[in-house]
Nanobody, 117 residues
Framework: QVQLVESGGGSVQAGGSLRLSCAAS????????MGWYRQVPGRQRELVAA???????NYAASVKGRFTIARDNAKNTVYLQMNSLRPEDTAVYYC???????????WGQGTQVTVSS
C-alpha cells in the first residue's frame, strides 16, 4: 500500500499563485510516476501534470507555461506550482502515484482549488 498526503490548495483571485504538495509513504519503489489530476462536478478527472522518477514531465496543454511540477525523490514528495491561475482552474486536485513495477495506482484524498475572477 501507498499512502498519499496532500497539502496546499485554497482560494485565490485570478492571476494569483498556489502550491500543492503530496507526500508518499509505504510500499514505494524507486521507479514510479507522480502527478496531479483535477476534477470538476459532472466532468471526468483529467491529467494536469505528471513527473517520472527520472524527471521527465508531461503537462496538459491548458496549464503549460503556467504550472510547474517537480519532485524530491529523497522525500517522496511531488509539488505543483500553479501561477497565473484562472477561474477555469477551479477544481478538486488529486495527487496520483503509479508504481511502475506492477502499475499499481493510488490517489490522494483531493484538495480544493478555487480561483475567483
Amino acid at each position: 500500500q501507498v499512502q498519499l498526503v496532500e497539502s496546499g490548495g485554497g482560494s485565490v483571485q485570478a492571476g494569483g499563485s498556489l502550491r500543492l504538495s503530496c507526500a508518499a509513504s509505504g510500499s514505494i519503489f524507486s521507479i514510479n510516476t507522480m502527478g496531479w489530476y483535477r476534477q470538476v462536478p459532472g466532468r471526468q478527472r483529467e491529467l494536469v501534470a505528471a513527473i517520472g522518477s527520472g524527471g521527465s514531465t508531461n503537462y496538459a496543454a491548458s496549464v503549460k507555461g503556467r504550472f510547474t511540477i517537480a519532485r524530491d525523490n529523497a522525500k517522496n514528495t511531488v509539488y505543483l506550482q500553479m501561477n497565473s491561475l484562472r477561474p477555469e482552474d477551479t477544481a478538486v486536485y488529486y495527487c496520483n502515484f503509479v508504481r511502475e513495477i506492477d502499475r499499481a495506482t493510488y490517489w490522494g484524498q483531493g484538495t480544493q482549488v478555487t480561483v475567483s475572477s
